[in-house]
T-cell receptor, first 113, second 112 residues
């Protein structure tokens, strides 16, 4: 088991473009979480999945953001019409179930020019 | 969401014990106390968690006050690799689905 992986590790895009990030959780982990972290701040919760069902979305997740987890395995986070304020580190985490420790990936750093 | 209060930064000398405090005066009976740390340029890493009793694992110890309004993460012998931001987090799994609400954390620096 190689842990949680995220792709790409870095993404630079121009304002207005769409971007998509991928997260591969630890196999057999039912729960998958997305967080966003800006410089000097702690991570902020965005959304989470129990298998393929998206059970909660933060108010931070505007209509431009969409997340999926088809078949309950990997997950994608898409940002449409990116804005400079979207520049941040996007972190993915997975856990075996509710209440279990979360294992974080290395994150995808997004820079919107 | 119940809040935690931590010092912004702390310093330690290598090979000495470190006590990282956390106040959580509004903790509820179903809140677990979690500690995660984040090394530079990495995602957060689980350290330890507990409910009422003190807990020990290979990384650290967690001392929880009797009234549960505060807790202390103890690193028994700090190493340079322990330099990180340490987050104290309350999580009520019954209602919050296990999401973690991070605060600002304590930035620990370790001097050789």
């Amino acid at each position: 088991d190689t842990g949680v992986s995220q792709d790409p590790r870095h993404k630079i895009t121009k304002r207005g473009q769409n971007v998509t990030f991928r997260c591969d959780p630890i196999s057999e982990h039912n729960r998958l979480y997305w967080y966003r972290q800006t410089l000097g701040q702690g991570p902020e919760f965005l959304t989470y999945f129990q298998n393929e069902a998206q059970l909660e979305k933060s108010r931070l997740l505007s209509d431009r953001f969409s997340a999926e987890r088809p078949k309950g395995s990997f997950s994608t986070l898409e940002i449409q019409r990116t804005e400079q304020g979207d520049s941040a580190m996007y972190l993915c985490a997975s856990s075996l179930d509710r209440g279990q420790q979360q294992f974080f990936g290395p994150g995808t750093r997004l820079t919107v020019l | 969401d119940a809040k935690t209060t931590q010092p912004n930064s702390m310093e330690s000398n290598e090979e000495e014990p470190v006590h990282l405090p956390c106040n959580h005066s509004t903790i509820s009976g179903t809140d677990y106390i979690h500690w995660y740390r984040q090394l530079p340029s990495q995602g957060p890493e689980y350290v330890i968690h507990g409910l009422t009793s003190n807990v020990n694992n290979r990384m650290a110890s967690l001392a929880i006050a009797e009234d549960r309004k505060s807790s202390t993460l103890i690193l028994h012998r700090a190493t340079l690799r322990d330099a990180a931001v340490y987050y104290c987090i309350l999580s009520t799994f019954l209602n919050q689905g296990g999401k973690l609400i991070f605060g600002q954390g304590t930035e620990l620096s370790v001097k050789p």
